[in-house]
């Protein structure tokens, strides 16, 4: 049975940092793309940033590009996402997902972490 699980979700101010984990379970994340999406209130989710199975190459939206960073850690089985100068605009749900092929499908999806950005 698989199983995304993500953490590190919070309250934080304008400006500041958090780091979001996905820890899986039932598969191997070196053998899948992995991504983080995200969801705000009256949205439609939206595509954040992804880290291919292959050569780990990496891909951001524009809207975040500079500020977060993914990552892997193939012997923990876990993804990252660091976020810095965090913003108002990026408080949403975060849903890490894992998937193939290419274009990926992401077939495999957490629960989600809340983040919220006080201004």
């Known amino acids: 049975q698989v199983q995304l699980v993500e953490s590190g979700g919070g309250l934080v101010q304008a400006g500041g940092s958090l780091r979001l984990s996905c820890a899986a379970s039932g598969l191997t994340i070196s053998r899948y793309s992995t991504a983080w999406f995200r969801q705000a209130p009256g949205k439609e989710r939206e595509f954040v940033a992804s880290i291919r199975w292959s050569g780990g190459s990496t891909l951001y939206a524009e809207s975040v590009k500079g500020r977060f960073t993914i990552s892997r850690d193939n012997a923990k089985n876990i993804v990252y996402l660091q976020m810095n100068t965090l913003k108002p605009e990026d408080t949403a749900v975060y849903y890490c997902?894992?998937?193939?092929?290419?274009?990926?499908?992401?077939?495999?999806w957490g629960q989600g972490t809340q983040v919220t950005v006080s201004s």
């Open positions: 997902a894992a998937g193939w092929g290419n274009p990926v499908s992401y077939a495999y």
